[in-house]
């Protein structure tokens, strides 16, 4: 478990981190997202003690870190494991060589480093390429040896700062499935640094949004995209853009729980109120561990607005905005068309 209490961060005048309070429980992966300049290296570079905080605690499993020095110091950072965007593996070594330097660094005898680097290549799926040296490896695999180099002292937690960026899809996902497996596997505390909505939506349990060095906004990734209409619900799960509503209509942006919800909702609710409800975008996904729909439909001039959203509620939908549209002239000859205007 890591524990990160009023973290501060400041050069000179400059404060860069204001008063960060994150925990991830074992376990579990927590992920802190923000756009460009936010602070999220400096808070990786804080968390890995790599600088000192201008004040606050980074404590795991209950022992705070920064108060310590010297000799302490160095061995509370095997604490830590980080995983770096670029992995970060020195040229002239092979796989299996990068893998060892930690160990090696740390005066564990030859025996083990040798018993313990099989180990991690294996866990991370690279025995293969053991004496491979890293030009010779792909992205994905180059970040699969930082993985098995961040993990090489048993940490307790490891900390991920853009690991995945610049991967294409694919790779990515099978990183992302290598953490999960990790977390379920062997019980790993997983700390998520990143700008990508992708990677929190595919591994995260928990979310932070920091913005111009504070947390903004926090909770479970299934209850941000569940439960509110907030920034970040609607970074972590974008509408796909809608069609055109048939002239007149209004369009409604609704969510729910695809789970607790009846697949036929939209035929039901349209039945209960006497009308045909378009739909001009939809979008059903699993995300931290719940599966959350969210949808735009087009309500016909005349129906009882009232009386539908309470055959939404009923239904366990929740419904987020609504905009009053007026026709346009169709693209194509005999097509309708519409434009939201609010
Ligand atoms: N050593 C430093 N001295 C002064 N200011 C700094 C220092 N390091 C970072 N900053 C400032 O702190 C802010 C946050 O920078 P940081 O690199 O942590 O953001 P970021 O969220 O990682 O951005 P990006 O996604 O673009 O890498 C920026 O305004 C940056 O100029």
Same mark, same amino acid.
């Given at each position: 478990?890591?524990?990160? !209490? /009023?973290?501060?961060? !400041?050069? /000179?005048?400059?404060?860069?981190?204001?008063?960060?309070?994150?925990?991830?429980?074992?376990?579990?992966?927590?992920?802190?997202?923000?756009?460009?300049?936010?602070?999220?290296?400096?808070?990786?570079?804080?968390?890995?003690?790599?600088?000192?905080?201008?004040?606050?605690?980074?404590?795991?499993?209950?022992?705070?870190?920064?108060?310590?020095?010297?000799?302490?110091?160095?061995?509370?950072?095997?604490?830590?494991?980080?995983?770096?965007?670029?992995?970060?593996?020195?040229?002239?070594?092979?796989?299996?060589?990068?893998?060892?330097?930690?160990?090696?660094?740390?005066?564990? @005898?030859?025996?083990?480093?040798?018993?313990?680097?099989?180990?991690?290549?294996?866990?991370?799926?690279?025995?293969?390429?053991?004496?491979?040296? @890293?030009?010779?490896?792909?992205?994905?695999?180059?970040?699969?040896?930082?993985?098995?180099? /961040?993990?090489?002292?048993? @940490?307790?937690?490891?900390?991920?700062? $853009?690991?995945?960026? /610049?991967?294409?899809?694919?790779?990515?996902? !099978?990183?992302?499935?290598?953490?999960?497996?990790?977390?379920?596997?062997?019980?790993?505390?997983?700390?998520?640094?990143?700008?990508?909505?992708?990677?929190?939506?595919?591994?995260?349990?928990?979310?932070?949004?920091?913005?111009?060095?504070?947390?903004?906004?926090?909770?479970?990734?299934?209850?941000?995209?569940?439960?509110?209409? !907030?920034?970040?619900?609607?970074?972590?799960? @974008?509408?796909?853009?809608?069609?055109?509503?048939?002239?007149?209509?209004?369009?409604?942006?609704?969510?729910?729980?695809?789970?607790?919800?009846?697949?036929?909702?939209?035929?039901?609710?349209?039945?209960?109120?006497?009308?045909?409800?378009?739909?001009?975008?939809?979008?059903? $996904?699993?995300?931290?561990?719940?599966?959350?729909?969210?949808?735009?439909?087009?309500?016909?001039?005349?129906?009882?607005?009232?009386?539908?959203?309470?055959?939404?509620?009923?239904?366990?939908?929740?419904?987020?905005?609504?905009?009053?549209?007026?026709?346009?002239?169709?693209?194509?000859?005999?097509?309708?068309?519409?434009?939201?205007?609010?």
């Amino acid at each position: 478990m890591i524990e990160i !209490s /009023g973290l501060t961060k !400041s050069y /000179g005048s400059t404060t860069v981190l204001d008063g960060i309070d994150l925990t991830v429980a074992d376990a579990q992966i927590g992920a802190v997202v923000g756009p460009s300049g936010a602070g999220k290296s400096t808070l990786a570079r804080t968390i890995n003690l790599l600088e000192r905080p201008t004040s606050g605690t980074i404590a795991v499993n209950g022992r705070d870190l920064t108060a310590l020095s010297g000799s302490e110091l160095r061995a509370a950072r095997r604490e830590i494991g980080t995983v770096f965007q670029s992995a970060n593996l020195l040229r002239r070594l092979t796989a299996a060589e990068n893998v060892a330097l930690p160990l090696r660094h740390h005066g564990v @005898p030859d025996n083990q480093v040798r018993r313990r680097v099989h180990e991690l290549l294996e866990r991370v799926g690279m025995l293969h390429r053991a004496n491979h040296y @890293p030009s010779q490896l792909s992205g994905g695999q180059r970040q699969r040896i930082g993985i098995a180099r /961040g993990l090489a002292l048993k @940490p307790s937690v490891l900390l991920s700062d $853009e690991a995945t960026s /610049g991967l294409d899809p694919d790779t990515t996902l !099978s990183i992302l499935t290598l953490l999960r497996e990790l977390r379920d596997d062997l019980g790993v505390t997983i700390l998520v640094i990143t700008h990508e909505m992708d990677v929190v939506r595919g591994i995260a349990d928990q979310v932070a949004r920091l913005d111009h060095g504070r947390i903004v906004e926090r909770g479970a990734v299934a209850d941000v995209v569940r439960g509110s209409d !907030s920034d970040l619900s609607r970074a972590l799960l @974008p509408l796909p853009p809608a069609v055109p509503a048939p002239a007149g209509h209004r369009t409604w942006s609704l969510r729910y729980d695809a789970a607790a919800v009846s697949p036929f909702w939209v035929a039901q609710v349209g039945r209960e109120v006497g009308t045909d409800l378009a739909v001009l975008s939809a979008l059903v $996904e699993e995300t931290g561990r719940a599966s959350v729909g969210r949808v735009t439909i087009g309500v016909a001039p005349g129906v009882d607005e009232r009386r539908l959203e309470q055959a939404l509620i009923t239904h366990g939908l929740v419904v987020e905005q609504r905009a009053t549209l007026r026709a346009v002239t169709p693209r194509t000859p005999g097509t309708p068309g519409a434009e939201a205007v609010a």
